[in-house]
């Protein structure tokens, strides 16, 4: 009798030393995953519609923090900070590096193509235009006009006055060179994406962007 008693407390210890050993791992697991969210990533949902084919709304995005340093890439896709945008843009938003500090941007929207330094942009799998359709997006970024305290003069509408416009109407050509310390930002939805082609929009400081996109969780697909 003793030593079925022994055996059973034997095996009951186990069974709590097991759960132990669980609880214990999941512990430093979920202080591993507090940890990586609060220094090196973050998690972000896509919200709108531009950046599909790749992206889509709803779906969530794994994002590196920019620690200590970040050089952005051409290509990368980031989520940038919204404050800098005004009103219009009061959360972060997704878009993919077409151009760095002291690239030239040159877009055709009759022939829905992108250089960069006189180069073809080899388009992502997912980037897609409207095939067939009037544009429906009107370039406007340009010179924005500040008044004497250096603040941006708005319209009525809530959109800032630009001058000297980049677009050319005539030859339905952009050309623009990013200035160092920016990227210039597209969405992959290329005639539906508010992105660097518009004056509210524009050159994106590097402070701006919160990180780079390294993963979508579901589907799950590294970038």
Do not use: C
Not at 35 to 43: E, R, V
Not at 80 to 87: E, K, N, P, S, V
Not at 119 to 143: C, H, N
Not at 188 to 196: L, V
């Amino acid at each position: 009798m003793e030593e079925n008693y022994t055996e059973e407390k034997f095996k009951s210890s186990g069974v709590f030393k097991g759960l132990f050993d669980i609880i214990e791992s999941l512990s430093y697991a979920i202080i591993v995953v507090i940890l990586l969210f609060t220094f090196f990533a973050k998690l972000t949902v896509v919200d709108g519609s531009s950046m599909e084919n790749t992206l889509y709304e709803k779906q969530y995005l794994v994002v590196i923090n920019p620690f200590f340093t970040y050089t952005p890439n051409q290509n990368d896709i980031v989520v940038i900070h919204g404050d800098f945008l005004g009103d219009r843009y009061d959360h972060p938003i997704v878009k993919r590096i077409i151009a760095t500090g002291g690239q030239t941007v040159e877009i055709n929207f009759s022939t829905k193509t992108v250089y960069v330094d006189d180069v073809l942009f080899e388009e992502p799998e997912g980037v897609k235009w409207s095939e067939g359709q009037a544009m429906r997006l009107y370039p406007t970024i340009g010179d924005i006009l500040k008044d004497e305290n250096g603040n941006v003069v708005y319209d009525d509408f809530g959109y800032p006055v630009v001058t000297n416009k980049y677009y050319d109407e005539s030859t339905k050509i952009l050309k623009v060179t990013v200035p160092e310390g920016h990227v210039f930002v597209m969405g992959d939805n290329r005639d539906a994406s508010a992105d660097s082609r518009i004056a509210e929009i524009g050159f994106v400081p590097h402070n701006y962007i919160l990180g780079k996109v390294a993963f979508r969780i579901a589907p799950f697909t590294f970038f």
